[in-house]
């Protein structure tokens, strides 16, 4: 069975320092890869998604990036973390049955 | 632009009574999906709706999907205490999934 690990599952960062959260899938091959976020009582922005090793499309503007130097690797980084990026990060992953949703990794920047 | 929009954004029921949550969506799309989140937690994949027409049912809950009105419901039967939850659904448009805002369900005792 596939199984998506995010780490690590809780984060406070000073602003301004950087940031690197990683999400890797097991159980599949070339799977379509999302990162997500969300705010504080709110609904789930796509921030990345990804159709294979490399190929990185974004949603939003934003100082967040987002690799994917592996099949079954999703990376979000920042080199420079903003108060409004603090949230709840959700990386997923899709299958014809659906997106699945990893554990999640809250982030706070102080 | 995609829209997801859900209502009632915020619904506070009695036990042992019924509703409906509503997701329109303005594009095309024949795949739903509805999640359930728990404070603090993650997305708990609740039902796959993949054509118009489709129904399906779990416990007391059943969604469904109507393409050509662009309409998906989730249906709450005798709501218990332990469905209290935030119900998020998602349109599925190939590449990508955009969710509606949720609905935070609050079941009173």
């Known amino acids: 069975s596939q199984t998506i690990h995010q780490w690590p599952a809780t984060l406070v960062q000073p602003v301004g320092s950087p940031l690197s959260l990683e999400c890797t899938v097991e159980g599949t091959s070339n799977p379509n890869l999302y990162w997500y976020r969300q705010a504080a009582g709110r609904g789930l922005q796509l921030l990345f998604y990804?159709?294979?090793?490399?190929?990185i499309s974004s949603e939003v503007p934003q100082n967040l990036s987002a690799s994917r130097p592996q099949d079954r690797q999703f990376i979000l980084s920042s080199k420079k973390l903003l108060l409004s990026d603090s949230g709840f990060y959700l990386c997923?992953?899709?299958?014809?049955?659906?997106?699945?949703f990893g554990p999640g990794t809250r982030l706070t920047v102080l | 632009e995609l829209k997801v929009e859900q209502n009632p954004l915020f619904l506070s029921m009695q036990e042992g009574k019924n509703y409906t949550i509503y997701c329109n969506y303005s594009t095309t799309s024949d795949r739903l999906y509805w999640y359930r989140q728990d404070p603090g937690k993650s997305l708990e994949s609740l039902f796959v709706l993949l054509s118009n027409g489709a129904v399906k049912q779990e416990g007391r809950l059943m969604a469904s999907l109507d393409t050509k009105a662009r309409l998906s419901t989730l249906h709450i039967t005798a709501a218990v205490h332990d469905l209290s939850a935030t119900y998020f659904c998602?349109?599925?448009?190939?590449?990508?999934?955009?969710f509606g805002k949720g609905t935070r369900l609050h079941i009173l005792p």
């Open positions: 990804s159709v294979g090793i490399g190929q």
């Open positions: 998602a349109v599925d448009l190939a590449d990508k999934i955009i």
């Open positions: 997923a992953w899709s299958a014809d049955r659906g997106r699945f």
